[in-house]
């Protein structure tokens, strides 16, 4: 599987139905709206496909089923059922679908989201509006991601020295704005206290094979994988790199396969601020000087994302609110202040690796900053 799955990979998956499940999935927001968990239960019963033919599907039938019977599998568990003490035959097919994928056995957000037919096919909890804007949302920032990813690795073998890792950079900002597009779009369209009390609980962990795997929550979504190239490889933070090492398995084996490489490599914040050490007084040569303009651009509009996602999780996790003390990913609303304050520090650390002292004798003034 290729660095997120190609536009025409995607669109065989949202059209593949290898369960013929559409029927029986189009009544499972009338059966959580009922609380049905017997319902639900005789729904995935039903879907259970033969191992024997299971094994023999493609990975695009394979995807498409787990997407499916993930369905199902949170929406018991969100009415209080674990899915497989209901319905244990299950777990040969969920291990063998997640063998076949080489992901986790249960559904991720790539399933719910990129891999979710859109129309009146789409795979839901509750039919509701406000459900489908927020896997629009987070739909769109795939292909960004993407691309940005790629970017991030070409910027990972460049010098600062080079013009291009200032071009490349600006492409990385470019992609990344997705992610500040998407933010907005659910700040507008997705009610905090909508996602807390009526989405959120279908997020829940399921346990298989006695090992708890969470939801396919937006937290799955690893812009982490951003930040390891461009600071986070070389400059560890206990919190985050816990939660960096819970999210992985969530992650397209292309992407796990991203994050060996460029771990225990050199950032592209250390890379800078070292060339820029080697630099005598003032003024940086002009392609050193756009590098660190380029990459400050980048770790400003990662802070805001940071900064508004946060702010929608104070809303969705607040005390009069919240049904659960973490997030959807695992992690506390601590956490993210904690990343927007790393973010914000290397923001921070590349303006000031641009502050030259001034040549003696020269003038003080605009003209000298």
Known sequence: MPLGDSPRTTEDIRAADPLGADALLAAVPAMNADADTAALAAALRTLLPDPGRAARWSVTDALAAMRDLGILLGSLKRHGVQPLAAVPQALPVLELLGHRTDMIPRDTVHHYTTWNPPGPRRRSYTGHPTEARLQEAVRMVFPGLVAALDDCGRIARLDPYDPAFATTLDRVGRHVRTM?????????????EYFALTLRPYFEEVDVAG???LGPAAAQVPLWLVDLTLWQCDRPDPAYDAFLAESLPYALPAWRAFHARHRGGV????????????????????ALTASAQALGRVLRLLKTFRAR?????????????????????????ALLRSILDLTRENETMVRRATVRRRPAGAPVGPSAA
Do not use: N, Q, W
């Open 309 to 333: 996602h946060l702010g929608i999780a104070r809303k969705a996790y607040r005390e009069d609110v919240r049904l659960y003390e973490e997030g959807s990913g695992g992690a506390p609303v």
């Open 180 to 192: 500040v597009d998407s933010i907005d779009l659910t700040v507008a369209h997705v009610p905090p």
């Open 211 to 213: 090992r708890p795997y």
């Open 267 to 286: 950032s592209a914040v250390s890379r800078l601020s070292a060339a820029v050490g080697r630099e005598g007084a003032d003024p940086l040569p002009p």
